[in-house]
C-alpha cells in the first residue's frame, strides 16, 4: 500500500494526497492504493502539483494499516507524520491532542 507525500512550498507542511485530490495537513486524510494503476494516479497527482509550485519532494512512500489507521513503514515518514520522537507537545502529534 502506498500514499503520496510532499511539502507544500508555501510553508513546507508536510502534507498528503487526499481522495478529495487536495492536499491534507494530516496522514490520516491521505489516498491509500493498493495498485500500480493507482500509483500511476497519485504520480501524475504528485507531478501537476509540482509543475504548479504547489509542493516539493513528492514521493510515493509505503504504508500498513493498523487498527484502521494508516501507518508508514519508514521511521522518517512517521516523524514527518507525526512530530519528533522525543517532544510530544510539537508537531501534528500534538495539534491532534489538543
Known sequence: MKVLTANR???????????AKIWAETIA???VVNDKAGEA?????GKA???NNEV?????IDVELTDGA????????????AGPTN?????KQARTAA
Open 87 to 91: 517532544r510530544l507537545d510539537l508537531g
Open 9 to 19: 512550498l508555501i510553508d513546507g507542511e508536510a502534507v498528503w494526497f487526499s481522495p
Open 70 to 81: 494508516i501507518r508508514p513503514l519508514r521511521l522518517r515518514e512517521r516523524i514527518r507524520a
Open 29 to 31: 486524510e491521505a489516498e
Open 49 to 51: 502539483a509540482f509543475a
Open 56 to 60: 516539493v519532494d513528492v514521493e510515493l
Open 41 to 45: 494516479e497519485l504520480e501524475a497527482a
